[in-house]
């Protein structure tokens, strides 16, 4: 299968890799799919005091284009708030990342762990 | 070193230098039809495709009047199972196999199952072996031929062929034996295993594609039915124009297979054993099939906690075959491997290496560490690894299927 030169990019050169503390009152952690399906993705942002996501970090287990979408979408979240984050499309990421047809269960992959990581950081913190 | 490694030689090996220059002159200068009895361009190719036949006779120990050319392992395959069931059909009509054999296989035996016939598909045990036990309770009175490989294509474990010549030989059933990863490998001699038909391919053995041969016993005598009708060659068990230079090349591969087999051996055994130890430096790592009962070019691993298509994008730098084919939107986990018990994510992140006489210390080397980087680098990318050194049990999360 041929990649697009942005999502070997993002494959070879991951960027936010890593974890933050789930438990830190400051964090939202998404985590969505299934090793079963192929797919595991963990997405976690840090909140500032404005309400702006001030950092993200991605785990995900996947083929490249699942890596490329978590590591792609952790970079646009930064200075986001939380509801421009939400508004965030699997549409947008598949198109920056050339997905094909295939692999555009990978972009919607990411969208759901974008919302999941907001919700819990919005149950963390009932308005 | 030339990247990309090659490691994939149970998939098919380089024409070996010295069985190329034996072949060429049968292209260009003795170009005859061995059919041709009428003048020395016929004699001269004749005489070789027989001197050929007496080396591929000669490397598993037959007689060269048991020798039958094809066009390779598939065409054996069918002929053998298609000839033994078409022939044998009013004796009965039940046929074993097993359900880790090649696709030539068991693709023939559901044709044959579309025709009429019953099969029964055995399971291997988790080692990849198949129990003689059960092989035997799985004989009915009404089973006219099984076929069982000798050497599995994907994980290379040694099937127990022999026990089962004699099981065969003793409740008259054909015995059929795919020992095309076998042959050159594993030392086959025809008065010892009880086999009616062994199906061999070339290019497994440094010789050409295109070119296989099947054996067919004379005593006992075994009978088949032709499947490619025509002229009459190979005493009607398969028409068509002989290429001799591809026989010819079968025939020199042969022949050094059989001179250089403990070499070889001796060479990719010590070459396997330095890659999978290691490769074992890594955590999670699992050898799929039985590591005792195996040919030494053989090598298959799962690693854990990784994904298979990242992972073979991971190791471009090395020509391997994957457990799992990434050609579609959903991974299509290997059926040998799961034959064998594995999950889904095992099978789907298994990595089939096979190595063989040209492959060097330096390649082994530089493979062995290749995946140790990709393998711990995708780990430190997997939130399943995470969980994993934290000490979750992945079995018991309850995932969010999509």
């Excluded at chain 1, 438990?23 to 963990?42: F, L, N, Q, R």
């Excluded at chain 2, 034959?339 to 080397?365: K, M, N, P, Q, Y």
Aim: glycine share 8%.
């Amino acid at each position: 299968m041929a990649y697009s030169e942005k999502v070997l990019d993002h494959y070879e050169n991951p960027r936010n890799v890593g974890s933050f503390d789930k438990g830190d009152e400051s964090v939202g952690t998404g985590m969505v799919g299934a090793p079963a399906c192929g797919d595991v993705m963990k997405l976690q942002i840090k909140v500032g005091a404005d309400g702006r996501i001030e950092d993200a970090r991605f785990k995900t287990y996947g083929c490249g284009s699942a890596i490329a979408s978590s590591s792609l979408v952790t970079e646009w979240v930064k200075g986001k708030t939380l509801d421009e984050a939400a508004t965030i499309r699997n549409t947008q990421i598949a198109q920056e990342l050339s997905l094909p047809p295939v692999k555009i269960h990978c972009s919607i992959l990411a969208e759901d762990a974008i919302k999941a990581a907001v919700e819990d950081y919005k149950k963390k913190h009932p308005a | 070193m030339k990247l990309p490694i090659y490691l994939d030689y149970s998939a098919t090996t380089p024409v070996d230098p010295r069985v190329a220059a034996k072949m060429i002159p049968y292209l260009t200068e003795h170009f005859g039809n061995p059919a041709s009895r009428s003048h020395a361009f016929g004699w001269t190719a004749e005489e070789a495709v027989e001197e050929a036949r007496a080396h591929v006779a000669a490397l598993i120990g037959a007689d060269p009047k048991e020798i039958v050319w094809t066009s390779g392992a598939t065409e054996g395959n069918n002929l053998a199972i298609k000839g033994a069931a078409h022939f044998y059909k009013s004796k009965g009509k039940h046929l074993i196999t097993q359900k880790t054999e090649h696709k030539a296989v068991l693709d023939t035996f559901r044709e044959l199952e579309r025709q009429g016939f019953e099969a029964t598909y055995l399971e291997v045990e988790p080692d990849g072996i198949i129990d003689i036990e059960k092989f035997k309770s799985a004989i009915r009175p009404d089973t006219i031929l099984a076929s069982i490989m000798m050497v599995n294509n994907e994980i290379g474990v040694i099937q127990p062929v022999w026990e089962i010549g004699e099981i065969c030989r003793a409740k008259g059933i054909v015995f059929h034996c795919d020992a095309v990863q076998g042959a050159g490998r594993v030392e086959i001699d025809m008065a010892k295993l009880k086999a009616d038909l062994v199906t061999i391919t070339a290019h497994k053995i440094y010789g050409p594609k295109g070119i296989g041969a099947l054996y067919v016993r004379r005593k006992p005598r075994v009978r088949i039915e032709a499947q490619i009708h025509g002229g009459g060659h190979e005493r009607g068990f398969r028409s068509g124009t002989l290429p001799t230079h591809q026989i010819v090349g079968f025939g020199e591969a042969a022949r050094l297979a059989k001179l250089e087999m403990a070499k070889d051996n001796a060479h990719v055994r010590a070459l396997r054993d330095k890659l999978l130890h290691s490769i074992q430096e890594l955590e999670e790592v699992y050898v799929n099939g039985s590591l005792e009962k195996r040919i030494p070019h053989n090598l298959n691993v799962s690693f854990n906690f990784v994904e298979g298509e990242s992972l073979i994008m991971a190791v471009k730098d090395i020509a391997v075959s994957s457990g799992s084919a990434c050609t579609s939107a959903s991974l299509e986990p290997s059926y040998v491997l799961r034959a064998l018990g594995r999950s889904d994510e095992l099978a789907h992140s298994s990595i089939r290496f096979t190595l063989g006489r040209f492959s060097t210390e330096e390649e082994i080397h530089f493979a062995a560490d290749l995946i140790k980087r990709k393998v711990a680098k995708l780990r430190e990318l997997s939130p399943l690894w995470e969980m994993h050194q934290e000490g979750i049990d992945l079995n018991t999360v309850q995932w969010a299927a999509h």
